[in-house]
């Protein structure tokens, strides 16, 4: 059992010389990370892209722990969330970030932060390119998100920094101020600057040239001690994309709900590398990512909750404490576990599988306790009265008449784990929850079914397995009694 | 054969068997009666080390009863419960020969046991594939006493082996467990409530009453020498409805 263990923890180290970029749930990580991927690829380096990792913290915990070689990150995200500092500069951040074996690039050429946008005819017709143009036109019609508006670094400072007095200004949600200022209702809205939807609804950003937003720089981060060949390409990346053009990558993306599409459109040759695998091929890979979680932390399950089942199923502390222990992992959120095990374990299958196990564990040592609790004393008696030693009554009389209770137990592990195994997709452990994480974040229903349906298919199908396995394994006559 | 010395069993505040003397001779059939939980289990568990006794100790050939002898000890005895006892998820032949394949016999020769042990018992050998739920009454009773006598142990102990059968049945068996009785010749301990049973199979009847041995005889020393009233009283209730 303990090899088995360490066997499974050692399973999915990286392939040596084969290098692991990172990304965050959103779309533009997604693009950035593809971008980098296929350049590294062009340069003949070996590549995995773990996508849609569950948000900063994991990001950084993987960087932290060398799980992840590269990701695409913002200058003002490792200045607030990573490293929280004053420094300002690139090269003060590359100095407090070198201790953690994480290097920076320059960069990559724009600045994804709170914007004014304006519809880019009227910018024309007015002249308007700087938020100071806006000064003599302060008639024009002003819509805010609530956020914005009312944040101690929003709207307030703002208009006073620029020294602006605008006559009309009020507040919207911001899904609907794109409608507004379409249809002419608003003039000028707060947005991000590079939100796909600058480009959808033909809007341009005010350059931000008093400088009152903090800058968040797109960046890479990377592990100083990646391969330098794989270095020196990623820095070519410096400079190469600016706000306009990450707009519409970003538009392509949600568009074609495809990201090695919008990679594509940055090399500009869209028809050359189109997504090189088909739908049929990906959900097969992910399957069997997915198939490979589950049985993988079942295994694990199994092997530690039959034992912790057997231990329970006597009377006594122990048993409460093992009924308590595997009850409380329950009622941990599957995230929160996540996020438990992520500074234990870093990111990775490994992190998702132990994760996955706990989850499993209480169904087993429920059931196996109760099956063996379940068989009669006068047989209990009779057992023992034979002359098997205890370890011999265990295998070879309780075990086998509590097995029905202990399989149906395993298959409510299993058929739940199917469902929570998508979450692995966070921790960028893959699996079927990876289009279910991009589906969500590009809004596209299409994908996120690419996920969910073979998941559901999936779990019938286990449940079919265990209705074969209780007529192949279960003894016959303990059958007979339903 | 069997010697308890100075044995009681309490449990908290109950106590299920007062202190008590008792010898089990060898190669005769004894048989434990008394009214509802007067403590017969009670000794039978005791003996096969289910339970422990509060105070005294149990003899087996003169051998101590302990924790490190219990397993060897129990290999020498046969138990047999109401119902057999038998486990669900075994065919009968399984039950019978899960001990001897546990202790690795000759395959042969099991079989070759099997076979005389169904024409001592009178069980038909193409039932024994079946399994506990698939038997009557009666053949599961037969398998339970085919599996107690399998590795020929010097010893049986019965615990109404035969309460859960209907009459007729029930009285063929007592025929059949008579006849083997005096065939193999073992040391036999019986528990039953039937006072027409203990008389027909027991060549010695020990009466108890809450948790004590009232007397010890023949059916026909109990009544023509009561050691006390309820000894009449106990006889008297039973003859009405079994003679
Ligand atoms: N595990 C136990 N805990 C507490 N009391 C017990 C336990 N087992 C038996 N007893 C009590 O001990 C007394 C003797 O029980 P025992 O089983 O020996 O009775 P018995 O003579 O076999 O009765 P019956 O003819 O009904 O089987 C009973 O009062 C019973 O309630
Ligand atoms: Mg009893």
Request: glycine residues 8%; hydrophobic residues 45%; neutral net charge.
């Amino acid at each position: 059992m303990r090899y088995l263990l360490i066997l499974l923890l050692l399973l999915p180290t990286k392939v040596f010389s084969q290098q692991v970029i990172g990304s965050k749930k959103f779309t533009e990580s997604y693009v950035l990370a593809e971008i980098a991927k296929r350049k590294l690829e062009e340069a003949g380096i070996k590549v995995e892209h773990r996508q849609g990792l569950g948000g900063t913290t994991i990001l950084w915990e993987a960087m932290r722990t060398g799980a992840v070689d590269f990701c695409p990150d913002y200058t003002g995200t490792i200045r607030e969330a990573i490293l929280q500092t004053k420094t300002t500069s690139l090269e003060g951040l590359r100095a407090e970030l070198a201790p953690f074996g994480v290097g920076l690039t320059e960069s990559l050429g724009f600045n994804n932060t709170y914007a004014l946008a304006v519809r880019r005819e009227m910018a024309e017709k007015l002249g308007l390119k700087k938020v100071s143009d806006l000064k003599v036109h302060q008639d024009l019609k002003v819509g805010l998100t609530h956020e914005f508006q009312q944040r101690s670094d929003g709207w307030g400072p703002f208009t006073k920094h620029y020294g602006l007095n605008m006559e009309q200004v009020k507040a919207l949600e911001h899904a609907l101020a794109y409608q507004a200022i379409r249809g002419g209702q608003i003039d000028v809205m707060d947005a991000y600057s590079t939100d796909a939807k600058l480009a959808e609804y033909d809007l341009v950003v005010l350059q931000d040239d008093l400088n009152f937003f903090p800058r968040y720089d797109a960046v890479f981060l990377y592990r100083l001690d990646a391969d330098p060949k794989a270095i020196e390409v990623i820095k070519t990346l410096v400079n190469t994309i600016d706000e306009e053009k990450m707009v519409k990558l970003n538009l392509e993306a949600e568009k074609k709900a495809d990201y090695v599409a919008a990679a594509n459109l940055y090399f500009s040759n869209l028809s050359s590398q189109k997504s090189s695998q088909s739908v049929w091929q990906k959900i097969l890979y992910w399957t069997i990512e997915h198939l490979f979680l589950v049985a993988a932390s079942m295994l694990v399950a199994v092997g530690i909750g039959l034992p912790l089942g057997v231990a329970a199923s006597r009377q006594g502390l122990l048993s409460q404490a093992i009924f308590s222990f595997s009850g409380i992992v329950q009622t941990i959120p599957s995230l929160a576990l996540l996020a438990l095990l992520v500074p234990l374990l870093g990111i990775s299958q490994k992190t998702a599988i132990v994760a996955l196990a706990l989850y499993s564990l209480l169904p087993i040592v429920r059931n196996t306790a109760a099956g063996l609790q379940d068989i009669p004393s006068n047989l209990r008696e009779s057992a023992q009265a034979l002359g098997l030693e205890q370890q011999a009554i265990l295998l070879k009389v309780y075990l086998p008449m509590a097995s029905r209770t202990i399989l149906a137990g395993i298959k409510t592990s299993a058929v739940i784990n199917v469902g929570t195994a998508t979450l692995a997709a966070l921790i960028g452990a893959g699996g079927l929850g990876e289009p279910i994480v991009s589906g969500l974040t590009l809004n596209n229903p299409d994908v996120i079914l690419q996920g969910a349906i073979p998941a559901a298919i999936l779990a019938l199908l286990v449940e079919f397995l265990f209705e074969l396995l209780d007529r192949l394994l279960i003894p016959k006559g303990l059958r007979l009694s339903s | 054969m069997i010697k308890l010395t100075k044995v009681s069993k309490k449990y908290s505040n109950l106590v299920a068997l007062e202190t008590t003397d008792l010898e089990i001779s060898r190669g005769k059939t004894t048989v434990l009666i008394g009214p509802s939980g007067c403590g017969k289990s009670t000794i039978l568990r005791m003996i096969v080390g289910l339970i422990e006794p509060t105070t005294g100790v149990i003899e087996i050939d003169s051998q101590l009863l302990s924790k490190e002898n219990i397993l060897d000890i129990r290999r020498q005895l046969g138990y047999v419960i109401q119902d057999g006892g038998l486990f669900p998820h075994l065919t009968a032949k399984n039950n019978i020969l899960l001990m001897a394949r546990h202790l690795r016999k000759n395959i042969s020769v099991m079989q070759e046991r099997l076979e005389e042990l169904c024409k001592l018992t009178h069980f038909s050998p193409d039932r024994l594939e079946c399994y506990p739920l698939e038997l009557s009454g009666g053949q599961r009773q037969r398998v339970g006493l085919m599996r107690a006598l399998f590795l020929d142990p010097e010893i049986l102990l019965l615990d109404e082996p035969l309460g859960a059968l209907e009459p007729l049945v029930r009285s063929s068996l007592q025929q059949e467990l008579k006849q083997i009785f005096q065939d193999l010749k073992k040391t036999v301990l019986l528990i039953t409530h039937d006072l027409a049973e203990a008389a027909y199979l027991g060549d010695e009847i020990i009466l108890m009453n809450f948790g004590k041995v009232v007397q010890r005889g023949t059916v026909d020393e109990l009544q023509k020498q009561p050691s006390e009233a309820f000894v009449t009283q106990f006889l008297n209730a039973q003859r009405g409805f079994s003679l």
